[in-house]
């Protein structure tokens, strides 16, 4: 079964000579349970697509499909629900609330969540099981991210969305945050499609798309999938 499937897909900000075309009539597939590695440079519709797929934006035109259901027919409260029970966020920025513990930033969302992991079982999954009463100014800056992943699965999403989840870390640091990332994919069969600039990452991906002006320029199947530990930045 895909997880995703758009026919069309066009988002444009704006009109008439001031119009920006973010996407220009995407028709793209992933199937259920694959790491998605989504390249291209800044402006090329890339985020846009995941806040599209992730249901915080509208496209102006074409069709979403998640699994069977037609998510560009939803309603506000329908796309609430979807968000809520389906889909996880990671950010470049972390977001997390500086004056709660990791442990207590991961329970804001198994409070909110129908069917959540132990927030404590979350963080062991990132290998932060050592460090869940520590605040986020007592963690390094791959620590917090990991918190935020943390925070993103708990409430076991079907598919997890990662805007540049590396994009503030040094290599290193980065290669850990990833891991997890390949880890949670292997263990929960969670579709995690992930933003970068780096083209290393590709090495860890089922698929990579290829993007530039709104449109998908090539799709790479990997028929061997490196692990995040054995790429080089």
């Given at each position: 079964?895909?997880?995703?499937k758009?026919?069309?897909?066009?988002?444009?900000?704006?009109?008439g000579?001031?119009?920006?075309?973010?996407?220009r009539?995407?028709?793209?597939?992933?199937?259920?349970?694959?790491?998605?590695?989504?390249?291209?440079?800044?402006?090329?519709?890339?985020?846009?697509l995941l806040?599209?797929?992730?249901?915080?934006?509208?496209?102006?035109?074409?069709q979403?499909?998640?699994?069977d259901?037609?998510?560009?027919t939803?309603?506000?409260k329908?796309?609430t629900?979807?968000?809520?029970?389906?889909?996880?966020?990671v950010?470049?920025?972390?977001?997390?609330?500086?004056?709660?513990?990791?442990?207590?930033?991961?329970?804001?969302?198994t409070?909110i969540?129908?069917d959540?992991?132990?927030?404590?079982?979350?963080?062991?999954?990132?290998?932060?099981?050592?460090?869940?009463?520590?605040?986020?100014?007592q963690?390094?800056?791959?620590?917090?991210q990991?918190?935020?992943i943390?925070?993103?699965?708990?409430?076991?999403?079907?598919?997890?969305?990662?805007?540049?989840?590396?994009?503030?870390?040094?290599?290193?640091?980065?290669?850990?945050?990833?891991?997890?990332?390949q880890?949670?994919?292997?263990?929960?069969?969670?579709?995690?499609?992930?933003?970068?600039?780096?083209?290393?990452?590709?090495?860890?991906?089922?698929?990579?798309?290829?993007?530039?002006?709104?449109?998908?320029?090539?799709?790479?199947?990997?028929?061997?999938?490196?692990?995040?530990?054995?790429?080089?930045?």
């Amino acid at each position: 079964m895909h997880a995703f499937k758009t026919i069309g897909l066009t988002k444009v900000y704006g009109e008439g000579e001031a119009a920006v075309h973010a996407l220009r009539g995407v028709d793209l597939e992933i199937p259920e349970g694959e790491l998605v590695v989504l390249l291209g440079a800044s402006g090329s519709g890339k985020s846009t697509l995941l806040n599209i797929l992730g249901g915080l934006d509208h496209p102006s035109d074409g069709q979403v499909f998640f699994r069977d259901q037609e998510i560009t027919t939803f309603d506000d409260k329908a796309l609430t629900a979807y968000r809520r029970d389906h889909v996880g966020f990671v950010f470049q920025l972390y977001n997390l609330m500086p004056s709660l513990t990791a442990h207590e930033n991961v329970d804001l969302v198994t409070e909110i969540s129908r069917d959540p992991m132990l927030a404590e079982e979350a963080l062991e999954m990132v290998g932060l099981g050592d460090r869940m009463d520590h605040f986020p100014a007592q963690l390094s800056g791959g620590e917090q991210q990991r918190v935020a992943i943390a925070r993103a699965i708990a409430k076991r999403p079907t598919v997890l969305f990662c805007d540049e989840p590396t994009g503030a870390l040094d290599s290193k640091t980065g290669i850990v945050v990833l891991q997890a990332l390949q880890d949670i994919n292997r263990t929960l069969n969670t579709t995690i499609i992930v933003i970068t600039h780096a083209m290393a990452t590709a090495a860890l991906a089922d698929r990579v798309i290829m993007f530039g002006d709104g449109r998908i320029k090539d799709v790479r199947l990997n028929e061997k999938k490196l692990a995040a530990d054995q790429i080089e930045w």
